[in-house]
Each structure stands twice: as structure tokens, then as C-alpha cells.
């Protein structure tokens, strides 16, 4: 752990009891002493905090003063409308390579002068390099180092933030603002990576701890580890990258369409001009030769990632790979999701697992596994 970043909470995470655990070159909690299961359940019946200041955090200025050349600029690196999004709102985006792969998931917000951007914690030095390679000429692009960054997850998520923030209450679903809490100049996101309703909240890092153990201290309330934020991330059909996207994967393969705009499409008013545009729009139109599916295994037991899919019970060359899969203790049984050649993506569609050595059914489910629970 001596060798690992730590957040501004590790010390309270350690005072809390949490098992700490490398997790993208930081020490992160994977649990806390009320275990991965009742923090999972606890997130989807009430509210669950978790430290997410491994997440990148960057500002991009733009040179002009003007919003819309920063927008104009960013769109040169994501196939999404950023020209489009309004003040105080965010947008999930993600940066593509020349072949059309994912080169990293995000989020993008206008906050009225500005980008504010989350990338990844395991791919911010690649991202921070990348837009300063292709947005310095029109853009400064600031990174972000002395802010933390929570995560307030679950249906009571609203009623404890907003003993702080009363405001917090005439957000939507990724509206985003700058909000004052507990003293301190906050930005909260209503958005997160649960499926549940809840807040991002990057806070100034001397003030982070205090303000965590004040929402520790509401009764909804429950410090959560990443155990759980995988687990629930997965009943909410989420994707985690490195795991189900990565660069040899292209957002139509990976069934992000919905996150690509109109406007960004063939035909459309801005069309294409990202990089790997050329692929991703034949996709658009085409179809691929695989997709991205849920699957929902026979029995108790999980298909963790890297467990090979087949057609048929016995012979036969894979067809397919579990990228990720974990015991879901909201739907009380296992889940997972891979890719399958399209043509086998059909909900219902039956397949097989090898788990040492032995194949077990699994079906195409549709995902999420659990509805999303977003307050529109």
C-alpha cells in the first residue's frame, strides 16, 4: 500500500475499517466492515457513499472566452453533441481512436464558461495527454489536483444532500451545478454509476473529510466500497472499462449507440469529424459482426470475465467471452455480460459457459438487470 496514491479519505477509510486494495495505482476500499452485501443492498434501499477521487478531474478553458469554441474543439475527440449541451448539464461521452475503439468512457459537462471533464481513474494520464495534444492550439486544458470526489448513491440519496443543499432537490437526471455545501464550493452532478438515483460531488480535498463524515453521520447513509460499486454497476448494466470496452472496442459493438447523437451521425448537422469517425458510422448504419449482451447464468454460481462462450453444449470453437460477471444480491443470483456474434444476441438466446473445464447454460438477457431508478 506504501507504493499506491492515496485519496484525501484514506485515513478515514482506514479509521472506518475498510480492507483496502489496489484498485488503478491507488489504495481504495473494496469493503467496509458491513460487507459487500449488505453495502450493495444498502446503496439500492437508501444511500451509500463512495470515495471516487481516483477519477480524473479537468477544466477546459477556452482560449477565446467563448463556450462554443471549447465544445467545437472537444468534438474533434468523441462522437457525441457537445456543441448541443446546454449550461449546467452533462453528457456520457467517450474518446475514440483511428480505428474507431474506445480509448476511454467519460463525462463532459457545460458549466457555462467551460468543460468540466471525468475520465477514468486507470486511463487519466493517457486521456490529460491526449486533449492537451489535440486542444492546446484553441484550449487550456487545467487538471485538476487538489479536489476529491464522492459519490451519494440510492433512492434516499436526495433526502441526505439535501439537508445540506436544498437545491439539489430541482435537479434532474445529469443536471449539474455549483452548489456551496457544508461551507464548502462544490460541484454535484446528479448522475452516477449504481442504476440508482444519486450525486457526484467534487469537493476541495481540505474539505472533503469533513464533509464526508457528515453525510456519514445521517442515518441513511453508508460508506461503500468498490465490491459493491462493481456488483451494482453490473445489475445496472454499466460498462467498466478495461473490462467490457476497451481500445478494440467500438462503441456500436458495445451497444453505446444510444450515447451518439443525431446530429453527430450521417446526415446529420456535425456528421462525424471525431476521430475513427469512418468506422463508427458504417457501424451506425451496417450493424457489426458482434455485440455486447447481458447474460444471465443457470444456477448460483457467477461466470467471472474471461470464462468462454459456445453454441453448444459440447465441441465446437468458442463463439463469445464473459467480460464481466459477478452474483447480483438484488436479483439474488448471478449476471454477467459479454460479446457474442450477432447473430447469437438475441434475448433468450441459449449458450454455454466453460467453467473449469465444464459448460453451463447461460441465456441472453436484456440488460439492465435492474431497472434504472434516474430521477427524469
Known amino acids: 500500500m506504501d507504493d ?49 477521487s481516483h477519477m480524473g478531474q479537468v477544466v477546459i478553458w477556452p482560449n477565446s472566452g467563448d463556450f462554443a469554441d471549447a465544445a467545437q474543439a472537444f468534438e474533434k475527440l468523441v462522437p ?19 480505428a474507431g475503439g474506445i480509448m476511454d468512457d467519460l463525462m463532459i459537462a457545460n458549466l457555462g464558461d467551460h468543460l468540466f471533464v471525468v475520465p477514468n481513474a486507470g486511463c487519466k494520464a493517457e486521456d490529460i495527454a491526449h ?30 444532500l439535501a ?15 455549483e452548489l456551496n455545501l457544508n461551507g464548502a464550493d462544490c460541484v454535484v452532478a446528479r448522475a452516477g454509476y449504481t442504476g440508482e438515483d444519486g450525486f457526484e460531488i467534487s469537493v476541495q480535498e481540505d474539505a472533503a473529510v469533513e464533509l464526508t463524515r457528515l453525510l456519514l453521520a445521517m442515518e441513511e447513509v ?14 445496472g448494466g454499466l460498462c467498466l472499462y478495461g473490462n467490457d470496452i476497451d481500445q478494440g472496442t467500438t ?7 444510444w450515447a451518439i447523437q443525431k446530429v453527430r451521425r450521417k446526415d446529420g448537422a456535425r456528421e462525424g469529424g471525431f476521430i475513427g469517425a469512418d468506422r463508427v458510422l458504417e457501424q451506425l448504419e451496417h450493424g457489426t ?11 448460483r454460481a457467477p461466470m467471472r470475465g474471461g470464462v468462454e462462450l459456445f453454441a453448444a453444449a459440447e465441441g465446437g470453437e468458442a463463439v463469445g467471452t464473459v467480460t464481466s460477471g459477478a452474483f447480483g444480491p438484488t436479483i439474488e443470483g448471478p ?3 459479454g460479446y457474442v456474434p450477432s447473430e447469437l444476441s438475441a434475448e433468450g438466446t441459449l449458450l454455454y459457459g466453460e467453467v473449469r473445464g465444464k459448460r453451463m447454460p447461460v441465456k441472453v438477457a436484456k440488460m439492465p438487470f435492474t431497472p434504472a431508478n434516474f430521477k427524469r
Open 335 to 337: 449476471m454477467a455480460m
Open 222 to 235: 453508508e460508506p461503500i466500497g468498490l465490491g459493491a460499486r462493481d456488483s451494482l454497476r453490473l445489475e
Open 4 to 52: 499506491l496514491q492515496h485519496t484525501p479519505l484514506f485515513a478515514l477509510h482506514e479509521e472506518l475499517g475498510a480492507k483496502m486494495v489496489p484498485f488503478a495505482g491507488y489504495a481504495m476500499p473494496v469493503q467496509y466492515p458491513l460487507g459487500v452485501m449488505k453495502e450493495h443492498l444498502h446503496c439500492r434501499a437508501s444511500a451509500g457513499l463512495f470515495d471516487v
Open 289 to 299: 459482426n458482434r455485440k455486447r449482451v447481458g447474460l444471465l447464468p443457470e444456477g
Open 163 to 177: 439537508r445540506l443543499a436544498p437545491e439539489v432537490c430541482e435537479m434532474k437526471f445529469m443536471d449539474i451545478r
Open 80 to 98: 457525441v453533441d457537445v456543441m448541443g449541451l446546454k449550461p449546467n448539464r452533462q453528457r456520457y461521452a467517450m474518446f475514440t481512436n483511428e
Open 251 to 257: 462503441p456500436v459493438e458495445a451497444g453505446l449507440n
Open 131 to 160: 486533449m492537451q495534444a489535440h486542444l492546446s492550439e484553441t484550449c487550456r486544458v487545467e487538471v485538476i489536483t487538489d479536489r476529491a470526489l464522492l459519490a451519494l448513491q440510492g433512492p434516499k440519496a436526495e433526502d441526505a
